[in-house]
């Protein structure tokens, strides 16, 4: 098995066992809304206000959405061809998907972006293809991800492919597909955007949201972004302190043009215990944006403060 593989496979572990944990864990810890200060209203409700929810209820079951057959990509000897939505009681929903390698080399096909109803969704896919032969895969829709955006139907599923060989060198990258399910026309495109501005300039607003104190890692601080600034965006926290203490914030999102996301940023619970901070009282930090292609800087914010008593 290729290097690269390897370590896409051991990412796609983790990925998915925190998906698992997450789903299996605290979803009615109640989560204190992110205000410029005062008292916070706590809420129970999971649905749109975290990604701690169940994977297993997030969105309409597969007997509820389906696809017609398309060919997603055929070129360069890749074909991919989309066959079915489905649905798994632990990995959540996804796309059955044919790889069909009619070239004369091996490749890996993977995903460089997963976008659900306009927000970004990690993808799990990864696909190895011996020249000549052919696999089913799926690539499933983080169901914890779709329920923290707010999404009950799955109308438009939009992704970006990409195949190398084992020497790491890009057969394509970017290549564009799409497809419509069933529910199209039902899909609620409306944004999950309640909570404080705290970001609104180059056209990338970003808005706090909840958080969570017993999240599966530490604390996380959910946050809506949504970019319209022409370019695809990434987004990264720079000299962000808890109660006076610099913290490490654990947080990296790109989000692609006319595209939203829901995010959260971590702070592990050592570095919490390791400072004494038992409740979230003072939270400062700066939002560096750049553009996700050229990896230009588009902005540094000023710094942000925000409270979650």
């Known amino acids: 098995m290729k290097k690269r593989t390897k370590l896409l496979a051991l990412v796609l572990s983790v990925v998915t066992m925190s998906s ?5 864990g605290t ?17 129970g409700e999971a649905k749109t206000e975290g990604s701690t929810g169940s994977d297993t209820d997030a969105v309409q079951t597969s007997s509820d959405v389906s696809i017609e057959e398309k060919v997603l990509v055929d070129q360069d000897g890749i074909k991919i061809t989309a066959t079915e939505y489905v649905t798994d009681g632990i990995m959540g929903d996804g796309i059955k998907l044919l790889v069909e390698n009619n070239s004369d080399t091996d ?17 799990l896919f990864s696909a190895d293809v011996a020249a000549g032969k052919k696999s089913n895969e799926i690539m499933y829709l983080s169901s914890s991800e779709l329920k923290a955006a707010g999404i009950d139907t799955v109308g438009k599923v939009e992704m970006y492919f990409h195949a190398y060989d084992s020497n790491w060198d ?3 990258q970017n290549v564009y597909a799409e497809i419509e399910t069933s529910e ?25 949201k909840t958080v969570d104190e017993n999240s599966f890692w530490g604390t996380a601080f959910l946050l809506y972004i949504e970019n319209t600034s022409g370019k695809n965006v990434g987004i990264s926290v720079d000299n962000m302190s808890v109660n006076g203490y610099m913290m490490t914030p654990y947080f990296s999102t790109t989000v692609y043009d006319g595209k939203k996301a829901i995010d959260d940023i971590t702070i592990l619970s050592s570095e919490l215990e390791d400072n004494g901070i038992e409740s979230i009282d003072q939270v400062e930090l700066k939002f560096h944006i750049y553009n996700a292609d050229s990896y230009d800087t588009i902005a540094d914010s000023d710094t942000i403060t925000f409270s979650a008593k």
């Open 184 to 208: 199209f026309a039902n899909m609620d495109t409306t944004p999950n955007d309640e909570g404080m501005e705290l970001y609104n300039e180059n056209g990338v607003r970003i808005v706090g």
């Open 170 to 172: 890009n057969l394509f």
């Open 20 to 24: 698992m944990l997450f789903g299996c």
């Open 27 to 43: 979803s009615a810890t109640p989560k204190k809304n992110i205000v410029a200060g005062g008292d916070t209203t706590e809420t």
């Open 107 to 123: 490749y890996t096909i993977g995903c460089d972006a997963l976008i659900v109803n306009d927000y970004m969704i990690t993808d």
